[in-house]
């Protein structure tokens, strides 16, 4: 079936550095796929969308690379800052109703 | 604008009772989604609606569980008879229209339901 899920529970990085968090999907379909942060008693807040036909598509501070062959995406932060600690989820949409959501990979910023 | 509203923020049950979690979606958005988030996992479809119309309830349990979005008025997610198993935060989020790239779900702050 569908499925959705992430190499590494957490992730610490320093402080200006830069972030890369990883994703692995199951199944070949092509469709898009989401990148959400998720602050703590907040609900998930979109950062970057990139469709299957894409391999790259940037934002501010934020890069979304999506590898068809390997069925892995992945999320690069730039520079990171205190604020982007968060858990960040990768989501994927199957045809145009809903998507389906990974487990999430906590991001802490060390000073 | 205000964003997606969802209340109550917190809601305490006991087994057996009922649970009714409210959601006004964004001004000018017609669909609204469900999710369910256990602590420390992803969000799980639950359903989907639009006004007066359930287009997919896939990801709700067959029983005790019911959603609606009538003409005026929140979309409410009813559970009834919660069980413990049911404590967990529930989102929803609102789309103009169908989510395909460029409609991105926008999500409320979720309400955090605990049953003692």
């Not at chain 1, 990883?22 to 796929?33: G, L, Q």
């Not at chain 1, 979304?64 to 800052?81: E, G, M």
């Amino acid at each position: 079936g569908e499925s959705v899920g992430l190499h590494l529970p957490t992730l610490s990085v320093q402080e200006g550095d830069n972030s890369i968090i990883n994703c692995a999907y199951s199944n070949s379909a092509s469709d898009y796929f989401i990148w959400y942060k998720q602050e703590s008693g907040k609900g998930p807040q979109f950062i970057i969308d990139i469709r299957s036909n894409m391999d790259k598509r940037q934002g501010q501070r934020v890069t979304v690379l999506l590898n068809k062959t390997v069925k892995h995406l992945s999320l690069q932060i730039a520079a990171t800052q205190p604020g982007d600690s968060a858990v960040y989820f990768c989501a994927r949409g199957f045809g145009n109703e809903k998507l389906t959501f990974g487990t999430g990979t906590r991001l802490t910023i060390i000073p | 604008n205000a964003g997606v509203m969802q209340n109550p923020r917190h809601l305490v049950r006991r087994r057996g009772q009922e649970a009714r979690l409210r959601c006004s979606p964004m001004k000018g958005h017609s669909h609204v989604y469900w999710y369910r988030q256990l602590p420390e996992e992803g969000l799980k479809f639950m359903v989907y609606l639009q006004k007066e119309n359930i287009i997919d309830e896939s990801g709700m349990p067959k029983e005790r569980f019911s959603a609606e979005f009538p003409k005026e008025g929140p979309s409410i997610l009813r559970i009834q008879q919660v069980v413990r198993g049911d404590s967990a935060a529930y989102f929803c989020a609102s789309s103009p229209g169908v989510v395909a790239t460029n409609e991105k779900l926008f999500f409320g702050s979720g309400t955090q339901l605990s049953v003692l």
